[in-house]
């Protein structure tokens, strides 16, 4: 159940399983490993999986219907970065600038848990 839930929502989320390798620190085929061949990860690794993918270990291992998010998602600020045109300072933003604005925000929402843990 774990496997196929987490594939489910990744692939909603347009997670690659390398992103979410690199997001939670693991391999990639350590990703696949736990869609595909029924690996469970450490509760660790599962508390980061389940902040990324803004659901509960319970719904990943099939012990609950629903996901419950545990806050809200920055796609909609990720694609406003990426797609708006916008300036800065009176500049207009250059679309490399706005792919690192936009990763900025991914690493500082995704790596904000560990930061408060002092990892």
Do not use: W
Request: glycine share 6%; hydrophobic share 30%.
């Amino acid at each position: 159940m774990l496997g196929s839930r987490l594939k489910e929502l990744r692939i909603k989320q347009r997670i690659s399983q390398q992103k979410l390798a690199d997001l939670i620190g693991v391999n990639r085929t350590t990703i696949g490993k736990y869609e595909l061949k029924n690996v469970r990860p450490s509760y660790e690794v599962l508390e980061r999986i389940c902040r990324i993918l803004n659901t509960t270990p319970e719904y990943l291992s099939g012990s609950a219907s629903s996901y419950p998010l545990h806050k809200e998602n920055p796609p909609e600020l990720i694609n406003f970065i990426r797609e708006a045109d916008y300036t800065l300072y009176g500049s207009p933003i250059s679309q490399k600038d706005k792919r690192h604005l936009s990763k900025i925000i991914e690493i500082l929402y995704y790596d904000n848990d560990n930061r408060e843990k002092g990892e």
